[in-house]
């Protein structure tokens, strides 16, 4: 089945740490997008691509990093810079009619 | 700033009643469209309504679009205890790019009880 698969579905991070969110796809989108969700909130775009080996700051991308070296996959570090990074994150994708999401990774600072 | 704004916050019904959601925004857009979400997981797409249309319907479904008012309502028929989640609406502002990112909204909780 196509879908998006995020991983780890849990991660824990020490104060200065860098962590990488993992967000693969096989639905052979050409976009994808990283969102995070704070608790009762919306979604924030952080980074977005559009193609390969390109990619765009969104709302939030401070303390953050990604790349795009395949289409399937769009990894995001959250850096020692991000200074709350408790938040539940999500991956997204789409070919332009709505986005097909990923089940998200909850990142705790420990 | 936020571009979509739900309302209600939250929402409490019965099994068979119908649930009403809004939603307002500011700027304008190619299309809105509107998610779900249940508790820790992953949004699901519910339905996109275009800027050219008006009113759209999927199953239990029905979303309006007014663009003067700049907002759109999601109806959903005959609820169930499963459509408990959280329901948001996002928007995709007109002249972006061919893929648009999205602007979503803070969200309804909606609660049915059997």
């Known amino acids: 089945d196509g879908g998006i698969t995020q991983s780890p579905k849990y991660l824990f991070r020490k104060e200065g740490q860098n962590v990488t969110l993992s967000c693969e796809q096989n639905l052979n989108h050409d976009a994808m997008y990283w969102y995070r969700q704070d608790p009762g909130q919306g979604l924030r775009l952080i980074y977005y691509?559009?193609?390969?080996?390109?990619?765009q700051k969104g709302d939030i991308a401070e303390g953050y990093s990604v790349s795009r070296e395949k289409k399937e996959s769009f990894p995001l570090t959250v850096t020692s810079a991000q200074k709350n990074p408790t938040a539940f994150y999500l991956c997204a994708s789409t070919q332009g009619y709505g986005y097909t999401f990923g089940s998200g990774t909850r990142l705790t600072v420990v | 700033s936020q571009q979509g704004e739900e309302d209600p916050q939250a929402l409490s019904i019965q099994e068979g009643e119908n649930a009403t959601m809004n939603c307002s925004y500011k700027t304008s857009i190619n299309n809105l469209q509107w998610y779900r979400q249940n508790s820790g997981r992953g949004l699901v797409h519910l339905i996109l309504i275009r800027s050219n249309e008006r009113e759209k319907h999927s199953g239990r479904l029905r979303v309006t679009l007014d663009t003067s008012k700049k907002s759109s309502s999601l109806l959903i028929t005959a609820s169930r205890a499963a459509d408990t989640a959280s329901y948001f609406c996002?928007?995709?502002?007109?002249?972006?790019?061919?893929?648009?990112?999205?602007?979503f909204g803070q969200g309804t909780i909606l609660t049915v009880h059997p």
């Open positions: 996002a928007t995709d502002r007109a002249g972006g790019t061919s893929y648009g990112k999205l602007t």
């Open positions: 691509s559009q193609i390969v080996n390109d990619f």
